[in-house]
Nanobody
Framework: QVQLVESGGGLVQAGGSLRLSCAAS????????MGWFRQAPGKEREFVAA????????YYADSVRGRFTVSRVYAQNTMYLQMNSLKSEDTAVYYC?????????????????WGQGTQVTVSS
């Protein structure tokens, strides 16, 4: 059974940085795409970034490109999201997700597995 566990959220001032982690277990993730999504109060869940597990290719939402970096440590089954130059509008619950295949879908319903989420709050 696939399990995804996020950590690293917290409170940070605008302009600051945070690094989120997602520990994955339950199977091998070759031919999987792992993604980060976020959901702010009253808003729909939105795509943030994704990485292909075997090849390490990455894809970003326009709103975070150049500020956020997604990566994975293959041998540790862990994915990271390094978030720099944080803005108040980045405040949300951040989720990691996984789907079989190599395509970078941005729709949440394309991802079969989800973590429980971690809160990121950026104060202005």
């Amino acid at each position: 059974q696939v399990q995804l566990v996020e950590s690293g959220g917290g409170l940070v001032q605008a302009g600051g940085s945070l690094r989120l982690s997602c520990a994955a277990s339950g199977r091998t993730f070759d031919s999987y795409v792992m993604g980060w999504f976020r959901q702010a109060p009253g808003k729909e869940r939105e795509f943030v970034a994704a990485v292909s597990w075997s090849g390490g290719r990455t894809y970003y939402a326009d709103s975070v490109r150049g500020r956020f970096t997604v990566s994975r440590v293959y041998a540790q089954n862990t994915m990271y999201l390094q978030m720099n130059s944080l803005k108040s509008e980045d405040t949300a619950v951040y989720y990691c997700a996984a789907r079989s295949g190599n395509y970078f879908y941005t729709a949440p319903d394309k991802y079969a597995y989800w973590g429980q989420g971690t809160q990121v709050t950026v104060s202005s």
